[in-house]
């Protein structure tokens, strides 16, 4: 049974940075793409940045274009979100999750297996 858990999420201070990290319990890991979703308190969860496969393509959010970086290990079956220079708004439950197509898209539907979460809170 396929399954993500994420860690390092947690309060930071404006303008700091975290790591997040998204274990993957899912045999064909590397041909997938993985994505990074959050939502916010009130709000409709939303797409942060993609990475496909190969690591050859990435997508993200124009909100955190220049600030946040997503990166995977294959060999770890480990995808990666740095996050630098965080705003309050960026304040948000963070969501790894796996997308069989092989599209970067940013829609929901196109992933079909999604971690538990990890709270970020970043203090102004």
């Known amino acids: 049974q396929a399954r993500l858990v994420e860690s390092g999420g947690g309060l930071v201070q404006a303008g700091g940075s975290l790591r997040l990290s998204c274990a993957a319990s899912l045999r064909t890991f590397s041909s997938r793409t993985m994505g990074w979703f959050r939502q916010a308190p009130g709000k409709e969860r939303e797409f942060v940045a993609a990475?496909?496969?190969?690591?050859?393509?990435?997508a993200y959010a124009d909100s955190v274009k220049g600030r946040f970086t997503i990166s995977r290990d294959n060999a770890k079956n480990t995808v990666y979100l740095q996050m630098n220079s965080l705003k309050p708004e960026d304040t948000a439950v963070y969501y790894c999750a796996s997308n069989p197509t092989g599209s970067t898209g940013g829609a929901a539907l196109l992933y079909d297996y999604w971690g538990q979460g990890t709270q970020v809170t970043v203090s102004s």
């Open positions: 990475i496909s496969r190969s690591d050859d393509s990435t």
